[in-house]
């Protein structure tokens, strides 16, 4: 296997740049600007790997993605299963392997390449550059469009060769030309080896940018999508089309003109259509000798053009057949009247007519229609009106016979989808099964299912099937082929998501720090990390969780509970509307005082649930689930925006202005106590259930009255900066008494002991608990009470319940539904289902038809995986008294710190950035930096203290107050860092009287700053918004979202502040650590 | 990813926003006062018209505004966006 590298030609290699790569062990030299195709063909090597199913030799078929043979893995410099060797540019040192069909990962990270993503707008996308992508690309370069050209190979010009010309000159010196204007043209982005792998709605197009080290796939935007995707070459299928040596005509003369490789020495070409001529005449120029041209058509002036060459031309003849060992040594020809003949060749070049490439045309709507004369499907119209398509891809291709495959009495080696080893036999089979649909014999057939997505195969099988119930030609087209237009890595769709830091964002309370440095187990609730328990020693998680509410129920425990999503509710009308939104009443709640809520699903199931707080006549403080705390807010502003404009409500979000310490337990009070607070304590002046504004531990709080323990509680709400120190607080002040840090699971078990509602955790209707049926209250009309009541059915009662079987955590979620013995045709929920430490069995509530007559009785659920389980039926204050005869267990001591700003950890993580991109993007945090959230009114804007913006997305800015518009009636003031107080009374001062809210958020949202000249760069790796300075400049503020984060961004003369929820600040800090890597 | 016109904002992807499917169903009086046939009727079953109906979309990541959108639900073109209370946008033939 000597070189078949040519003296000469080959326009697109580097004779002078040598490579060299390594495939199955051997040495392959090649040239810069190679491939590993055309350096395989070079260096000899005709067959690349066997055939996925039937593992039959297969060579180099194809000079593009259209490859269905020549699969390799490439294992340096990185790992990717799975390439058609076509598409593979020639690197030093790469190394490949043949890998037919079926990749192999590897395990772990190892090789794995990292990806970018990076968001784009542009006027115009161009797909394809060829010479009508580059035409296209040109015209719209020139008229001032920001524009971005994609091609997926490794050069632009596409398919053309140097005997072409375009526009009268010599079409690679056009190419030169133009690509040369493209890449110094401003705002335009000539991208090669880049796929477009799908095209969307609106003009959106994901691609695919490959080169290492760092894969980029590209979110394009693009107001108007222009395809100039080309064409592929069509096989024709004969009997052993498919052995090495077998190659597409067009193929050989890319070989030949682009890479100077020969692909054999002596060529019979087959064809149905003038390219074969064309690529005949190509070839015998570069020095290959042309056996004969047989041609299926009755002939013409290519053909007697040929003639006139010398050429052996064979109209009306057609290829029956090859041999070779591998590789083709002979071709067999038939012709009119039953002439045979076999002719001596090492290549055999096939052109069965040209197929545009529609798929990413169909793929959004586009339709196409058989065009008789070129053999082919083109384009039809009907795609969405920013879609164009041009040049070869619109149809622009060669006339061409109708001739799929050459007639035979065994068909069963005349391949059709060279990748699934798949023949003109099986599709008659298929057929023969009364399959007509081509979809229907895809999946028989396994036809266009390999990862060419029967780019060769799809028309020629649509054409067999059509031929075979006597349809005409065009009846059916090629099946459908979705995105990805060609494989990509999973690692390059999620991009920097990866791991347990950027997968998912995870939320941490001001406290955290504290949980993990005294040993916490965590739980995730939603985005959120909560301390699951706090083992001591080497306690396990029963013995840790047994001491924690112990010592709640016997002296004192303190939890985290600042995840608790909170919200200002404002206005005149906020007693009305939180009458509506929750199934209890609200309005009869006294100022200061604190009512537990249920909110309803229309469908009468529970949505969420929590704690309102009236802190004055218009103005209540509303807490909700971890998890739900979106969901409420989102439900609120639904409602208030949609059904009920006329209700003068506010809404404000404050779940992480406020950090919660819950104090719960019978020495809470003492705890409290010890403090010092100038609240008083005792029963009488702050009863159960309400609310008192004071001083604790030297620091401004919030106390609430509320327990989810049952136990005597004082929750203790702080700005969330605060958080921390008065955690630490508590205690060092607790420690005389015992206090324990507890956890999610000590809680759970505590509330369900106390029969109360866990939301989220189970499907919990509580009939027992809607007090009041006035009309209004969203979703009564569904609950079992309603329901019963119309129904004349029997209520569900709440009742404790005891399993007398094996135990489980909570953290093993049941989930338990009344069967037909204990809730008559309806299912009942159970909220809680939670293992007591002492009790061998679990312990819940549960609702359940009639329950009160059903105490002390045994029960049967219905169990999905078995037989039906008894429960008995107990009242609350049973499993309570069980609790208290447990032993206690030695407690530990706690140490206080002094406080710190929320990201003060990340100083050294924010200078990072600044070290590793060396300056070119700096990020800095402004600590405590005042924002202050005012909803009201835009017709009244112009009785606020300052310039309020009305126009959307603007910000005012007059030193250090800004006001940014957020929405329609709603502004965050910005001031210097702790001067939220001082903004509030600024407010306060011109606004008082009028219908309007406003809400210290300083502790809500931490505030970045990023500067540097690639700051937009990396802002548009997780920022869908467009920040072309021809959109975005300074002045302008818009939310949106920034990775996985929500964020305020605010446009500066020379710095982009971004403002975050401040839960979610060490993730997004974390992210742009990834981002500038 | 479509590319919603916020009647505030102008156009951001559909990431930012949440689905609130069919638009213009107003909350019954009196839920009451339905038959449960009705009130089923109402919370479950919803339009499916092939072409372009009025949907409600709102801008989560955004000004967290509802607004209301008209689209294809064979192509998915957008005709336009209003705010609550603002009539739907012509539907060109």
Not at chain 1, 292 to 314: N, Q, T
Not at chain 1, 593 to 605: A, E, F
Request: overall charge negative; hydrophobic content about 40%; charged content about 20%.
């Amino acid at each position: 296997m000597g070189s078949r590298r040519l003296d000469r030609g080959g326009h697109g290699v580097d004779r002078s740049a040598p490579v060299e790569m390594t495939f199955e062990g051997r040495s392959l030299g090649a040239f810069a600007g190679d491939t590993l195709a055309s350096a395989l063909l070079a260096n000899g090597v005709d067959v690349v790997c066997p055939s996925p199913i039937l593992g039959r030799p297969r060579g180099v078929f194809s000079a593009g993605v259209e490859e269905p043979c020549a699969f390799v893995e490439v294992t340096t410099p990185s790992f990717e299963p799975i390439l058609p060797a076509p598409m593979v540019k020639a690197l030093d040192h790469l190394t490949a392997v043949g890998r037919p069909g079926v990749g192999v990962l590897v395990g772990g990270d190892d090789g794995i390449a990292t990806a970018d993503h990076r968001h784009l707008h542009v006027d115009t996308l161009v797909v394809g550059g060829g010479a009508a992508g580059l035409r296209e690309a040109l015209a719209a370069v020139r008229q001032g469009d920001r524009t971005m050209l994609v091609d997926e190979r490794h050069w632009l010009g596409g398919t053309a060769s140097s005997d072409d010309t375009i526009d009268g000159i010599p079409a690679l010196a056009w190419i030169d030309d133009v690509a040369g204007e493209l890449r110094t043209s401003p705002d335009t982005a000539v991208l090669t080896e880049a796929t477009a792998l799908g095209v969307y709605d609106d003009g959106y197009v994901v691609v695919f940018e490959r080169p290492a080290p760092v894969a980029t796939l590209w979110h394009v935007r693009a107001g108007r999508v222009v395809l100039a995707t080309g064409a592929h070459e069509r096989p024709i299928a004969f009997a052993d089309c498919d052995r090495p040596g077998v190659m597409l005509a067009s193929a050989a003369v890319t070989y030949a003109d682009r890479f100077g490789v020969a692909a054999g020495e002596r060529a019979v070409v087959f064809t149905t259509n003038h390219a074969g001529h064309d690529a005949a005449t190509v070839l015998a120029a570069e020095g290959i000798e042309i056996a004969a041209v047989i041609d299926v058509s009755e002939g013409g002036p290519a053909s007697d053009a040929m003639r006139a060459l010398g050429v052996d031309v064979r109209n009306g003849w057609a290829v029956t057949g090859t041999e070779g060992d591998p590789r083709v040594s002979a071709v067999h020809v038939a012709g009119p009247g039953g002439a045979a003949e076999t002719i001596e060749a090492d290549l055999l070049l096939v052109s069965g007519g040209w197929n545009p490439v529609t798929q990413l045309w169909r793929g959004i709507g586009g339709g196409l229609r058989f065009d008789e004369g070129r053999a082919c499907f083109v384009p039809d119209g009907a795609g969405p009106p920013w879609l164009s398509i041009v040049g070869a891809a619109a149809g622009e291709v060669p006339t061409s016979v109708p001739f799929w495959f050459t007639p035979a009495q065994d068909l069963s080696r005349h391949y059709v989808d060279l990748q699934r080893d798949s023949t003109v036999a099986d599709v008659l089979e298929a057929v023969g099964h009364d399959l007509h649909s081509t979809e229907h014999v895809k999946r028989a057939t396994y036809i266009g299912t390999a990862i060419d997505q029967g780019r060769t195969s799809g028309v020629l099988t649509a054409a067999i099937v059509n031929q075979a119930w006597g349809d005409g030609p065009g009846a059916q087209g090629p099946t459908n082929a979705r995105p990805p237009y060609t494989p990509v890595p999973y690692a390059v769709l999620a991009g920097r998501d990866r791991g347990p830091v950027l997968l998912d964002p995870i939320r941490t309370t001001p406290i955290h720090d504290w949980h993990v440095e005294h040993g916490a187990a965590f739980e995730n609730v939603g985005q959120w990390k909560r301390p699951w328990f706090f083992p001591a020693g080497a306690e396990s998680m029963d013995q840790a969780v047994a001491r924690e509410s112990l010592a709640v129920r016997n002296d004192v425990g303190v939890l985290d509970a600042s995840t608790l999503g909170k919200i200002e509710v404002v206005g005149p009308d906020a007693a009305a509307f939180l009458d509506r939104m929750y199934s209890n009443r609200m309005s009869t709640l006294a100022v200061g005082s604190i009512r537990y809520g249920l909110m309803l699903g229309l469908d009468g199931m529970v949505f969420d649930d929590g704690v309102v707080m009236r802190l004055a006549d218009d103005r209540f403080f509303v807490t909700t689930t971890t998890g739900g705390a979106a969901n409420v807010l989102d439900r609120f502003e639904e409602w208030l925006q949609t059904e009920w404009p006329d209700l003068r409500v506010y809404c404000t979000s404050v779940t992480e202005q406020w950090a919660t310490v819950a104090v719960n337990g019978p020495r809470a009070r003492e705890l409290m106590g010890a403090l010092e607070t100038d609240v008083p304590l005792d029963a009488e002046t702050f009863p159960f259930m309400t609310v008192r504004d004071g001083m604790v531990a030297g620091m401004p709080a919030r106390i609430a009255r509320v327990s989810f323990t049952g136990e005597l509680a004082y929750e203790i709400n702080v700005v969330g900066w605060l958080g921390r120190p008065m955690w630490q607080a508590v205690m060092a002040a607790g420690e005389p008494f015992g206090v324990t840090p507890y956890g999610t699971e000590a809680m759970h078990l505590l509330r369900a002991e106390k029969g109360f509602v866990i939301v989220g955790h189970r499907d919990a209707r509580r009939p027992w608990h809607v007090v009041d049926r006035a009309q209004g209250r969203l979703g009564l009309r569904g609950t079992p009470v309603t329901l019963a009541a119309r129904h004349g059915a029997p209520r569900s009662q709440a009742v404790g319940r005891i399993a007398p079987g094996r135990s489980q955590h909570l953290a093993a979620r049941r989930r338990a539904d009344g069967g037909p013995h204990v809730g008559g045709h309806g299912a009942a929920g159970a909220d809680a289902g939670s293992r007591h430490f002492e009790l061998p069995q679990s312990i819940a509530g549960q609702d359940v038809r009639a329950g009160h007559d059903r105490r002390g009785t045994r029960a049967h659920r219905y169990h999905p995986r078995g037989a039906a389980a008894g429960r008995r039926h107990r009242s609350r204050g049973h499993i309570a008294g069980l609790l208290r005869r447990a032993e206690r267990t030695p407690r530990r001591r706690w140490s206080v710190t002094t406080a710190r700003d929320p990201l003060a950890a990340r100083v050294e993580d924010l200078a990072r950035i600044a070290r590793v991109t060396d300056g070119a993007v700096m990020l800095e945090h402004v600590p405590f930096l005042a924002q202050v959230n005012l909803r009201l009114d835009p017709a009244l804007a112009e009785r606020a203290p300052y310039p309020l913006p009305v126009e959307p997305n603007t910000v005012w800015e007059d030193g250090p107050r800004a006001a940014l518009w957020l929405g329609p009636d709603e502004w965050v003031i910005l001031g210097p860092p702790h001067a939220g107080a001082e903004i509030v009374a600024e407010l306060e001062g011109t606004l008082e009287g009028l219908h309007r809210s406003i809400v210290d958020v300083s502790a809500n949202r931490v505030a970045l700053e990023i500067s540097g000249q690639q700051a937009k760069e990396i802002l548009s790796k997780g920022c869908s918004i467009d920040l072309h300075p021809s959109m975005w400049a300074p002045g302008m503020c818009a939310q949106t979202m920034l990775g996985k984060a929500q964020v305020v961004l605010h446009e500066r003369a020379d710095t982009t502040g971004i403002a975050v929820r401040t839960s979610f600040a060490n993730y997004l800090i974390d992210w742009f650590g990834a981002a500038t890597a | 990813v479509l590319l919603i016109p916020c009647p505030w904002c102008g156009p951001r992807d559909e990431t930012e926003f949440k689905y609130g499917g069919q638009a213009h169903l107003p909350y019954p009086d009196d839920p009451a006062a339905l038959s449960d046939e009705a009130w089923a009727d109402f919370l479950f079953m919803r339009d499916n018209p092939r072409g372009p109906w009025s949907e409600r979309w709102m801008h989560v990541a955004g000004c967290r505004r509802w607004c209301n959108v008209v689209r294809d639900t064979a192509t998915n073109r957008i005709f336009g966006s209003y705010r609550i209370g603002e009539p739907p946008p012509e539907v060109p033939d």
